[in-house]
């Protein structure tokens, strides 16, 4: 059995859970699953911790496209579970830091307007928003770029990837895309997410040498239920 790490994940959108689908944000929909009836960010999280699970992923929406963080909806899900979080909320500033103070930064290429974005006072985690092999960033570098800019860095240690093509779609993880960033980010902890079924494809993921992946439509169609 595979020890990959599975960080399940919370999309938020108007305040709700939804249903993440190839990063077109305005098709997504309400949150169907057969581990949660409900659609509130704070069930779901409940649904992940009683089935094991010890971390959470959230990309809150509201933050990323209106710049409209649901801070206090967040903060919540940290206070009221066990569960560790990690949070991408559009632009994080340090007061935002304060008030989720026991959530982990994420700071995506997506919203990125500064390379100055890298030298964050606290402790993130960068996520590289990639779709079909390209970097989606608003400061135009390509992925082969932004990884050089990156390798060296002593303060980015844990960097997540993601293909946000493959999101909610179920047709499987894009390896080639994994053993290219592992090739170019030695000694990174590469967390990877978009595409994941079923445990064959966390095998496979394991193989190539990552470690800890995010699930979402997997975990909500039943076919991972659990953390391994």
């Known amino acids: 059995m595979t020890k990959i ?11 709700r859970a939804v ?6 944000r305005d098709q997504y929909r309400g949150l169907r699953s057969n581990i949660c009836n409900s659609s509130n960010p704070l069930d779901v999280a409940n649904a992940y911790e009683r089935l094991g699970f010890k971390e959470v992923y959230v990309a809150d929406l509201d933050g990323i496209l209106n710049s409209k963080p649901n801070l206090d909806l967040i903060r919540d899900i940290s206070i009221r579970t066990g569960l560790s979080i990690m949070a991408d909320i559009g632009i994080w500033s340090p007061d935002d830091v304060i008030t989720l103070e026991r959530v982990k930064p994420i700071i995506a290429t997506e919203t990125f307007s500064s390379l100055n974005m890298l030298e964050f006072p ?19 570098l390509d992925l082969k770029d932004f990884m050089r800019i990156i390798g060296d860095s002593k303060k980015i ?10 999101v909610g779609m179920l047709k499987g993880p894009n390896l080639r895309l ?5 090739r170019e980010l030695p000694g990174k902890n590469i967390i990877y997410g978009g595409g994941i079924r079923d445990g064959r494809d966390l ?3 394991s193989r190539v040498g990552i470690k ?17």
Not at 212 to 228: D, E, M, P, Q, T
């Open 157 to 166: 240690n844990e960097i997540i990837l993601l293909d946000l093509a493959r």
């Open 122 to 140: 606290s402790d993130f985690i960068l996520s590289l928003d990639t779709r079909n092999g390209e970097l989606l960033c608003g400061m135009h």
């Open 203 to 205: 095998e496979d993921l």
């Open 212 to 228: 800890k992946v995010l699930v979402g439509s997997a975990v909500h169609s039943g076919s991972i239920f659990s953390n391994f």
């Open 5 to 15: 790490q599975i960080v399940p994940v919370i999309d938020i959108k108007d305040g």
């Open 19 to 24: 249903e993440a689908k190839a990063g077109k």
């Open 178 to 182: 994994c053993e290219y960033a592992l």
